[in-house]
């Protein structure tokens, strides 16, 4: 009787591990199926969720470093045709983004309308001098009119440019540069980034994500158009993924799409590394390698290849021009000391350490929520001058030069207290029933298989008895 009771009681034990292990599994497509609504639930841009609050206004401190390219040899270059020299002055930094997205109106088909309004204030402490700092830089009304003046009439450039007194380059302060000044060439306020303070980037019409979660924050139009006006081209005005700041939930490490007004193009971001961000893990993604390739490289690039004889029959690689969508302004994007470009601009301009540490760009994205924790988006702002046998100024001039003026870092990061929010509401549940799936799981497991060889055991030494 003790034997057959001591029988039961294991198989009663091994019943009991069984179920325990069955319902650490159940647990497991249960307990991701109770996540993944509750992430759906908050990541939705609606009122009242998370990320609606985090949307309408940025809840960590933007900032937007500059480093401008003083010229340190610009009478050689004028006189003898010298190789320009520069060095980066900076960094010069701006609070950015600290305004809230206005006219917000969520429209039928499951997308909301915004205007981003722009937005700088110098911040002296984080600023290597003040905005009244002097550099020497190309000059903007001589670069943008030798563009934008036909050949023909360069003789009438040439008489403008004497009676204004200008050069090809100048000495300007830091705000002037940036935000603009009295060009007495083109008579109007020009500026690098002129208007800035009072202009918005928009309207802005995005998926809010209720209908289809996978499509949360994605831009369905820009400027009232779901395409781009700038290329010509399907490929190169494809409107694609979102605006960076978040992603739509449940990142499975493929590439990342985002569109930038600043740049006027869509681009993409692949997976680099897990890592860890005060106690959360987040994907890192950085630019695709092709992004500013070459056409020859990457072909889908031909259609961004606006200028063959400036480009060297569009070979050349790690700038984009954006004249286009520039008004006409030969202005052409790269990363920060042309990383990645050429060796031409490289040759043509002196003075440029491009380093993947400092001048490359990344997203740091919580893999569950989609939401951009972290991020450094580099880029470079660059003028193009070239040669001429009637403007004295350009006389000297031998190639075609992309010159750098600025380079910027727009960077932001999590702070503690929204760090320690997401780990509470979110990471500290998804660990806290991960371990209780696992424990239940292995208990059961670890109890249905010691009851069963203690089972065997029992049978085998009641054989041995009888």
């Known amino acids: 009787m003790g034997c057959c009771n001591r029988r039961c009681g294991l198989i009663a034990g091994a019943v009991f591990g069984a179920v325990v292990a069955i319902l650490g599994g159940i647990l497991i497509p249960v307990g991701k ?17 998370q990320a609606y609050e985090n ?48 006219n917000i109106t969520f429209n039928p088909n499951h997308t909301v309308s915004f205007m981003l309004p722009h937005g700088a204030i110098f911040e002296p402490s984080m600023s290597v001098g003040i905005e009244e700092d002097k550099v020497t830089s190309l000059n903007l009304g001589v670069a943008g009119a030798y563009s934008l003046v036909p050949k023909p009439l360069h003789a009438v450039l040439e008489y403008l440019i004497k009676s204004s007194n200008s050069s090809l380059f100048q000495n300007r302060t ?29 309207i802005y019409n995005v998926f809010d994500g209720k209908d289809d979660i996978l ?39 493929k ?10 193009r869509s681009v993409s971001a692949g997976f680099e590394q897990s890592m860890d961000l005060k106690g959360i893990e987040v994907y890192r993604y950085v630019l695709q390698p092709n992004t500013l390739a070459s056409p020859t490289v990457n072909p889908d690039n031909q259609c961004f290849c606006r200028n063959k004889v400036v480009t060297n029959n569009c070979t050349m690689a790690g700038v984009l021009d954006i004249s286009s969508c520039q008004a006409g302004r030969p202005i052409y994007i790269s990363l920060a000391h042309f990383l990645g470009g050429s060796r031409s601009l490289h ?13 490359g760009t ?45 380079w910027m870092n727009e960077t932001a990061s999590v702070d503690d207290v929204t760090a320690d ?46």
């Open 55 to 102: 949307w309408v206004s940025t809840g960590v401190s933007v900032y937007r470093q500059f480093w401008l390219f003083d010229v340190q040899n610009a009478q050689e270059v004028l006189q003898g045709g010298a190789i320009p020299v520069v060095v980066e002055k900076g960094p010069y930094t701006y609070r950015t983004r600290y305004l809230p997205k206005e």
């Open 347 to 359: 040759e043509n301009v002196k003075g440029l350490n491009p380093s993947e540490k400092h001048h």
């Open 421 to 466: 929010m997401l780990k509470k509401e979110l990471i500290s549940r998804i660990e806290m029933l991960d371990i209780i799936q696992k424990a239940l799981l292995g208990t059961g497991v670890a109890i249905f298989v010691l009851c069963l060889i203690s089972y065997c055991v029992v049978r085998r030494n009641q054989s041995n008895i009888v």
């Open 33 to 49: 199926s109770v996540i993944e609504g509750t992430v759906e639930k908050e990541v939705v841009i609606e009122p009242g969720t």
């Open 215 to 253: 499509k949360v924050g994605f831009i369905d139009r820009w400027r009232g158009e779901s395409v781009l006006q700038f290329w010509g081209d399907k490929y190169c005005d494809m409107i694609n993924g979102t605006d960076a700041s978040s992603f739509p939930p449940f990142l499975d490490k």
């Open 255 to 264: 590439p990342l799409y985002f569109f930038s007004s600043d740049i006027c």
């Open 174 to 202: 830091v705000g002037e540069m940036l935000w603009g000044y009295q060009d007495p060439l083109l008579k109007d306020n020009i500026g690098l980034f002129s208007p800035y303070n009072g202009t918005y980037d928009g």
């Open 362 to 406: 990344y997203l740091d994205v919580e893999p569950t929520t989609g939401f951009t924790l972290r991020f450094a988006k580099r880029t470079q702002v660059n003028m193009m001058y070239g040669p001429s046998k009637v403007i004295t100024v350009l006389k000297k001039v031998k190639e075609y030069t992309i010159f750098p003026l600025v």
